[in-house]
Each structure stands twice: as structure tokens, then as C-alpha cells.
């Protein structure tokens, strides 16, 4: 249970048991949506009981101008634009006007999770993303994209499956997303019916705002065939040595 209104999707992914037995650390690695729009109580609540100190924004730049995180005193905030040289458009519903149809949402879906593996721009930036990770020193950092469900999803499972998390509970943290962000996406809903968008553009809409099993797999299979295994693409991809990997099981279990 979230103590904010916003950002939608905002949770900790500390809790799940990792490495050796030992549990991922509390109030340290946070996920959600996009942080923008964000009151003074929820400022107060990210800085006092999140300890809040970085933010990690995985958005476009043209999503980011469109809509800019909350600027929050004494929060550093990075930029890394996971999916910048990919032209899917899946995850910012780039598309969606131009091919609305449900079915056309999914395969873009499964697409974009499987350039999550195999597109440079995205090795890069999850790359960075754990170099941010290494050099985190207190407090707890936030990543997040549009909705906190594909980038940052995939994210979180890079990092809970660095750690030791079992693939069981991963799973279980990427599809806790439906269940965070269901009263926003049937805000979303709601407000397409009154401006008149058609049933197939619903059904494509709700594909888009939510989470399925077979996405994250994608990125598994894909993972598998190219690396052996999702720890090859983290280790071979990604470049995470032996010692990074001690460093951040040291650093981030308990």
C-alpha cells in the first residue's frame, strides 16, 4: 500500500528474499510511473519516509519535455532515455492513434520487450542504470518511465534477478503493476468513453495500460536464445562482472 496519490505505481521492491537467504533491503529500491504533478504532501512523504535522494527517469525526451518530473529539493535526478534509438513506440503509445487495434498493441508489446534485449540503446541505458545503482550511497533511489510498467519493469527485474530474487517473485512484482495502476487506468478509461473513442480502441487502450505475463517472457526467451539465460545477458550485455555483482548484493541485501 502506497502512502502517495502520485506518482501512480509508486513501490518498493525491497522484501523479496535473495541471495543466501538474505532479503532485499527496504525503503532503498523504488519503482512507479511517471513523477510529475506531485503535491507538497507527497514531496514531504518521498523526502521523510521514502528518503527519497535520486530519481532515474527512463522516458523519452519528448515525454519528458512533454511532461516534466516534479522538481524535488535535494533529489538528484538522471535521464536515461532506455528506448532512444527504437522506433516501436509501444511503450509511450507513440502508435496507438495510427493502429489502434488490440491486436497490433500486443505485438508491439512483445517487440519492445524483446529489444529490450537485443537494441543497443537499451544495453546502454540499463547499463547506466546499474552504474547509478553502484554508486548510490543513501537514502533510496526511484526509477520510473510513463506508467512504471515495461522500462521500469524490466528494470526491477534486472535488478531483483542480480539479486537473487526468485523468478517466481519477480514475476509476481512485474505483474503487481495491474493492481497499482488500476484505478488510473480506469480514470484513462473512462475519460476515452466520454470523448467518444471507439470499443476497439478501448480494448487497445487497456492492453497498453497493463502488464501480461508473455511480455516479460519475451524479454526471457529472447534473453535465453542470444545470452543462454537472463543472468548471460546481465553478465555479457550488460558487462556486470563478478565483483560489480558481489558490490551490489553486499550493498543492497540484508
Known sequence: MTLVERPVNLRDIGGYEGMEGKTVKKMTLLRSGEITNITERDKNILLNNYDLRTIVDFRSEEEKEQAPDTKIDGVDYFHIDILKNNSNGATSLKNFKEEPSPEVINNLMNRTYEDFIVDSGAITGYRQFIDLLLNQNNGSLVFHCFAGKDRTG?????????????????????????????????????????????????????????????????????????????????????????????????????
Open 154 to 254: 524490466f528494470a526491477a527485474a534486472i535488478i531483483l534477478n542480480i539479486l537473487g530474487v526468485s523468478k517466481e517473485n519477480i514475476l509476481y512484482d512485474y505483474l503487481l503493476t495491474n493492481k497499482m495502476r488500476e484505478k488510473e487506468n480506469n480514470r484513462i478509461i473512462s475519460k476515452m468513453k466520454e470523448l467518444g473513442f471507439k470499443e476497439n480502441e478501448l480494448r487497445a487502450m487497456d492492453i497498453a495500460l497493463n502488464v501480461k505475463e508473455e511480455y516479460l517472457i519475451s524479454s526471457i526467451n529472447k534473453a535465453n536464445e542470444i545470452y543462454g539465460s537472463l543472468d548471460g545477458y546481465i553478465e555479457n550485455a550488460l558487462k556486470v562482472d563478478k565483483e560489480e555483482k558481489r558490490f551490489l548484493l553486499e550493498k543492497y541485501l540484508v
